[in-house]
DNA sequence: ATTTCGACCGAATTTGGTTTTTGGTCGAAT
DNA sequence: ATTCGACCAAAAACCAAATTCGGTCGAAAT
């Protein structure tokens, strides 16, 4: 009795994404199944649908589970470094590694699915990239307000500072789709510190 | 007799490209069948296998003519510019309208491909993006050593050239994605003017 | 009250076999 | 040198039957 009082219904769920996630990254979104879940999990299908509204409701979980894991990521790794420059490179530096497992992940994901379902499925992927975009903008906001203040760079008006993260996040955007399409690894390496350096000069 | 002199290969050559340019346009490249083009090209099937080895070999030669007019646009709005930054902001300008144009071109073009031919298509486009990087990197590195030899910015040891034309196209390109699929036009009339600037404050 | 699941449904997807279309070849005609 | 009709193999479109899958519901278990 006191043992089923503690396994609340949000264990349970976590336990569900989990498996989901293992599953979909195992063998890509459009290949598992409901039943595939559940067993994994080790329910009904039908029990799923208790914790979870839909299929989609626990893909959607699990890419915000993967999104929190990011972010998290970023922003230890830009605590331990100090000054603008730094910082902006740490950043760089996870979102391109980032960039490259999730890479994988989705072309895995991708597999098996057709047409239809791959529209769908770029619909969600839009909705997650927003979000997404929404924290990156509110950590590099954070810091350009910052470094203005130590001022490390001139002072930005709202409409500027906005500008400058969204230069900052699809240059970097842009720049990791190019090398991982055409460039090397190694080339990432000295471009991205280039970049950081040449925006942190541009704010000046 | 003088006549048929006169009308050389290459005249049907381009009077067929020009023709397989309308109708993968209009239908898109998945819908257009070597009969069509021949057809409204005013000959035979056959004969089209006379002037190319395959219709692969037509698309390529259509996508090399539309980058060569992209280039052309480009080239022509630089010069009537002067100043880096008014240059540079003319690129900006040219290959943002143009993105924006071929982007309901591919999509076209996409229509009625299934995934096999789409993934030959993929490889296809990417080699021609390639081609089309080359030539804009060419550009934009004359453009950044006349500036240095205006003493507008600093001077670019050749590492560091490519590197900042590097950083300059392919930020680019992120920002018209990020622009294509979540802002607006107006957005892209203040963003990339200020990357510019950026960019040239930064390189100074 | 909370949680699980078997039975069930309709829509979508796969399957398997047939017919059509299509990119490409070849030899004859011009 | 150029054109084209006839032809081929492979791919694609088609289609009906069988199957799968996401999702629902009410009954049962705890």
Known sequence: ??????????DKRTHILSTAQKLFQEKGLGMVTMEDVARAA?????????????????FDAVLETEISEIILETMKRM?????????????????????????????????????????????LKKGVHLRYLEKEKVILQQLLIQAAGDRSIKTLHPKELDQAVMMFL???????????????????????????????????
């Open 1 to 10: 009795m006191f043992y089923y009082l503690c396994t609340m219904a949000s």
């Open 42 to 58: 080790g329910m009904g299908k039908s029990s799923l649908y208790y914790y979870f509204k839909s299929k989609e409701e626990i």
């Open 170 to 204: 699809s240059a970097l955007r842009g720049m990791n789709r190019e090398i991982t399409l055409f460039g090397s690894a190694e080339q990432a390496d000295e471009l991205l510190p280039a970049f950081c350096r040449l925006f942190q000069r541009g704010l000046q």
């Open 79 to 123: 605590s331990s470094r100090s000054g603008l420059l730094e910082k902006l490179m740490a950043f760089a530096a996870v979102k391109f590694e980032m960039a490259r497992k999730r890479k994988s992940l989705y072309r895995a994901m991708e597999a098996g699915m057709d047409a239809v379902a791959l529209s769908r499925y770029n619909e």
